[in-house]
């Protein structure tokens, strides 16, 4: 059974840093892309960016390029996004997923950031 | 980037009756390979979204027959033949065509 297993809640002040995870299990990590996708309070669904682990390229949606980085640990089958100086806009629920062209995206339970001073 | 617009916005259902919700690409979704990569997703409130139906018309396991995907190149549909109260939530139609993925606005289906 596939699971992505997201980190915790967090609760940030604007300028900090934060680093959240995805676990993955119960396929070949290294054979699908995983990315994540933000959805902030009330809205829709907006991707972020992706990530092969297998050979570390990576994807960045424009809006999102140089705002954040994506990265993996294939040895622990974890992905990662992380801020170096957060903002209040930067509040939402942050999903990661994994995609397949042909099995489209599986999305984890989602990791709930709150910046606010 | 491609642009996918879904419409409408909003949809208020009486149980039993039908729903169709329309996503147009910028672009087309036409893969050389032959394939089109266009999926639809349902997000019911305080849940993740899920994958409902992928390359246009092919639902995912488990997903009732009474959702069905069409459409080509630029222009795709999602219809419900038959609403239920469990199916109210934001749907989301995303093209998986070209890196970085994207989705279309949503629509938010409510029951009457």
């Known amino acids: 059974e596939v699971q992505l297993v997201q980190s915790g809640a967090e609760v940030k002040k604007p300028g900090e840093s934060l680093k959240i995870s995805c676990k993955g299990s119960?396929?070949?990590?290294?054979?699908?892309?995983i990315g994540w996708v933000r959805q902030m309070p009330g809205k829709g669904l907006e991707w972020m960016g992706l990530?092969?682990?297998?050979?570390?390229?990576?994807?960045?949606s424009p809006s999102f390029q140089g705002q954040v980085t994506i990265s993996a640990d294939k040895s622990i089958s974890t992905a990662y996004l992380q801020w170096s100086s957060l903002k209040a806009s930067d509040t939402a629920i942050y999903y990661c997923?994994?995609?397949?062209?042909?099995?489209?995206?599986?999305f984890g339970q989602g990791t709930l950031v709150t910046v606010s001073s | 980037d491609f642009v996918l617009t879904q419409t409408p916005l909003s949809l208020s259902v009486t149980p039993g009756q039908p729903a169709s919700i329309s996503c147009k690409s910028s672009?087309?979704?036409?893969?050389?390979?032959?394939?089109?990569?266009l999926y639809w997703y349902l997000q019911k409130p305080g849940q993740s979204p899920h994958l409902l139906i992928s390359?246009?018309?092919s639902r995912f396991s488990g997903v009732p027959e009474r959702f069905s995907g069409s459409g080509s190149g630029t222009d795709f549909t999602l219809k419900i033949s038959r609403v239920e109260a469990e199916d109210v939530g934001v749907y989301y139609c995303m093209q998986g065509i070209r890196l970085p993925l994207t989705f279309g606005g949503g629509t938010k289906v409510e029951i009457k």
């Open positions: 672009e087309s979704l036409l893969h050389i390979d032959g394939k089109t990569y």
């Open positions: 990530i092969h682990p297998g050979d570390s390229d990576t994807r960045y």
């Open positions: 119960g396929y070949s990590f290294t054979s699908y892309w």
């Open positions: 997923a994994r995609h397949g062209r042909a099995t489209g995206s599986y």
């Open positions: 390359e246009v018309s």
